[in-house]
């Protein structure tokens, strides 16, 4: 089971029109417990920096993915409206509207915190469906100037024909490639309209095959069309 939490923010032009995607693999492979305490404090820190300036349409939309995958999100939004500070009372009510927004951020953080806490039983992984989460994401409520995509992962997909566990190293970078141009026929991910898109990879405490998960998403990616410059493993 993946989760994935979708947070958001529109500001009114020309501010910038952003939103921050968390993607948290929950399957039996997957495991945070060292890296935990500090990447929870770095989502933290992210959650932060996405609503800092954030003054409406503020949103969090969770997608759980497993190998029957929903795309619908459930979506969590802040809807108080951020009040004028005028006067001394519009000053008070604009301190308690930002008291209350941050609330909401330690709320949602916590729910990344709940998710990565709860035992998964699901024995396998599409990770390919993160994709096609993702670019419906990118397409609701658009345009957007940067979506900014952390996934916690091992990006190891189990799922269906393409068991990772299986590849031959030699083969990886060609079978990422293949992959992507067969989900792009079945029209479950757009080739190109990438150039928003920043991943952060944020590998799990162990992984069984790094040099071949490093080979089979540099082709995937090369063929979706998202530059090097655009992802990094961490």
Same mark, same amino acid.
């Given at each position: 089971?993946?989760?994935?939490?979708?947070?958001?923010?529109?500001?009114?032009?020309?501010?910038?029109?952003c939103q921050a995607v968390i993607v948290l693999d929950k399957t039996n492979s997957v495991s945070y417990a060292k890296r935990w305490p500090l990447l929870r404090q770095e989502i933290t820190e992210d959650f932060v920096r996405t609503y800092f300036?954030?003054?409406?349409?503020?949103?969090?939309?969770?997608?759980?993915?497993t190998g029957n995958t929903r795309f619908s999100p459930e979506v969590s939004r802040f809807d108080e409206v951020r009040p004028n500070a005028e006067g001394r009372s519009g000053e008070e009510d604009l301190e308690k509207w930002e008291e209350d927004k941050q609330d909401w951020i330690d709320r949602e953080a916590n729910r990344v915190d709940s998710l990565v806490s709860v035992r998964c039983t699901s024995n396998t992984?599409? /990770? =390919? @469906?993160?994709?096609s989460g993702i670019?419906?994401?990118?397409?609701? #409520?658009?345009?957007?100037?940067?979506?900014?995509?952390? /996934? =916690? @992962?091992?990006?190891?997909?189990t799922a269906g024909p393409d068991?990772? #566990?299986?590849?031959?190293?030699?083969?990886?970078?060609?079978?990422?490639?293949e992959?992507?141009?067969?989900?792009?026929?079945q029209g479950q991910i757009t080739a190109g309209n990438t150039e928003n898109i920043y991943l952060t990879i944020y590998t799990p405490d162990t992984m069984d095959h790094p040099a071949l998960v490093n080979l089979f998403w540099k082709g995937f990616f090369a063929e979706w069309g998202l530059s090097e410059k655009h992802y990094h493993f961490e």
């Open positions: 089971m993946l989760a994935v939490l979708v947070f958001s923010r529109c500001q009114p032009a020309p501010k910038p029109h300036t954030a003054i409406e349409n503020i949103q969090c939309s969770r997608l759980i993915i992984t599409d /990770i =390919f @469906s993160i994709f670019q419906q994401v990118q397409r609701t #409520n658009g345009s957007w100037d940067s979506v900014k995509v952390f /996934i =916690f @992962s091992d990006m190891v997909n068991n990772m #566990n299986r590849m031959p190293l030699d083969s990886a970078n060609a079978m990422g490639r992959v992507c141009k067969r989900l792009i026929r």
